[in-house]
C-alpha cells in the first residue's frame, strides 16, 4: 500500500507519498481500507517534530479516517467486513489501509458521503468530550467558541445550536464571521477588533468557553465565563503558560479542564472508546438529521499531502481540508 511518510522533521514538503507494507489487524483490531483522511493541527506540529505519537500508535500522521472495513482481528465483533466506516486514530490516517482499536470505529453517517465522513471523527469526539462529556453543556446555557470558522469551531457551533445552546463565535475575517453567523452562531465576534468578553456578557456571561489558544486568552476566557462556569482548554496556540486568577474562580465558582484526546487509552471511563460510544448514541443522531455537517474547506488527493499541509499552515480555512485517497 501507499501511505505520507516523514522524510525528516521540518516543512510540508518533507512529506512523500511512499509505498510501505501493508498493516496487519491485531486482537480487537479492524483494518479499514481507506476512502479519506483528513488535516488536524496536531498532524502539522507532529510533521515538524514536536509532537510524537502516543507508545504504540503509527508514526504515521492522520487521526481521523472514512472506509470500509477489510478484515477484522481476532476477538472483535459487531463489525463486518464491506461495512462503511469512520474511525478515530491515534495515527495511521495519511494512508491507503490502516488499523484502528474496534472500539474507536464509528458507522458511516447515514446521509453524509462516505469521503466527507472522514473528516468527522476527530473534531465530533474533540468537541462532544470537551463541551457536552466534561462540561455539561445544556440548552439554554451560553457557549464560547474560539476559532469558529475552522474545523473545530465549525463543528463546535452546530452542537451547540443543535443542544439548544446561544453560541458567541469569534473568528478573523469579515467572510469567516458569515460563515460561524451562517452555522447558528447568535453572535460572530472579530478577535482582532472585537469584545467577546462583552459579547458573552450580554447573554448573562458563558457557561462553557471552548478554547484553542490557551495562555493568551486566559484572562479574558475567566472574565467571560458565568458564575459555575467551565473553560474548556483544547489547545496551546496562544502559549503554554499564564496567571490564574485561583481567587477570581473561587468567588465564581469556575472550573477549568485541559484534556487531550489523542493521547487517552483506548478502554476505561475516559478512553477513547467510551468518548467514541457516547458520540455515536447522543451525537451521531444528529449528523444524520443534518443538524450537523461536515464543513469542508479544500479537497487536496492524499497523494498531495503537502500542499494540504501548506493551506493550514497559510491560514484562513473554513472548515476541514480533506484527504480523499484517489
Not at 67 to 83: F, P, R
Not at 193 to 203: I, N, Q, S, T
Not at 304 to 321: D, I, M, P, W, Y
Amino acid at each position: 500500500m501507499y501511505a505520507i511518510t516523514i522524510r525528516e522533521p521540518g516543512g510540508p514538503e518533507m512529506l512523500e507519498w511512499k509505498e510501505i507494507t501493508d498493516p496487519e489487524p491485531g486482537p480487537g483490531e479492524v483494518l479499514v481500507d481507506v476512502v479519506s483522511s483528513s488535516v488536524n493541527r496536531a498532524d502539522l506540529v507532529q510533521r515538524v517534530g514536536a509532537y510524537p505519537p502516543p507508545k504504540g500508535a503509527s508514526e504515521i500522521l492522520g487521526l481521523e479516517c472514512a472506509g470500509i472495513i477489510a478484515g477484522l482481528g481476532e476477538d472483535v465483533t459487531g463489525w463486518t467486513v464491506g461495512d462503511r466506516v469512520c474511525a478515530l486514530l491515534a495515527g495511521g490516517g495519511y494512508a491507503q489501509r490502516v488499523t484502528v482499536p474496534a472500539g474507536q470505529l464509528l458507522p458511516a453517517p447515514h446521509g453524509v458521503d462516505l469521503v466527507d465522513a472522514g473528516s468527522l471523527p476527530e473534531v465530533a469526539c474533540t468537541v462532544w468530550s470537551n463541551v457536552v462529556m466534561r462540561a455539561g453543556l445544556r440548552r439554554d446555557q451560553v457557549l464560547v467558541v474560539h476559532g469558529g470558522s475552522g474545523g473545530i469551531g465549525t463543528c463546535a457551533i452546530q452542537i451547540g445550536k443543535a443542544l439548544g445552546a446561544r453560541v458567541v463565535a469569534t473568528a478573523g475575517s469579515e467572510e469567516n464571521l458569515q460563515l460561524c453567523r451562517d452555522l447558528g452562531a447568535d453572535v460572530a465576534v472579530s478577535y482582532r477588533d472585537g469584545d467577546f468578553v462583552a459579547a458573552a456578557k450580554e447573554l448573562g456571561g458563558a457557561d462553557v468557553v471552548l478554547d484553542n489558544m490557551g495562555a493568551s486568552y486566559l484572562d479574558q476566557n475567566l472574565d467571560a465565563l458565568a458564575p459555575d462556569g467551565h473553560l474548556a482548554i483544547i489547545g496551546m496556540q496562544g502559549g503554554r503558560k499564564g496567571e490564574l486568577d485561583m481567587g477570581r474562580m473561587l468567588v465564581k465558582r469556575l472550573t477549568v479542564s485541559v484534556l487531550g484526546l489523542r493521547g487517552r487509552p483506548v478502554d476505561g471511563p475516559t478512553g477513547k472508546a467510551a468518548i467514541v460510544t457516547d458520540v455515536r448514541e447522543h451525537l451521531w443522531p444528529l449528523v444524520e438529521d443534518g443538524s450537523v455537517r461536515p464543513i469542508i474547506a479544500e479537497r487536496v488527493p492524499m497523494a498531495q499531502a503537502s500542499r494540504a499541509h501548506e493551506l493550514l499552515e497559510a491560514g484562513g480555512v473554513r472548515g476541514k481540508v480533506l484527504l480523499p485517497v484517489q
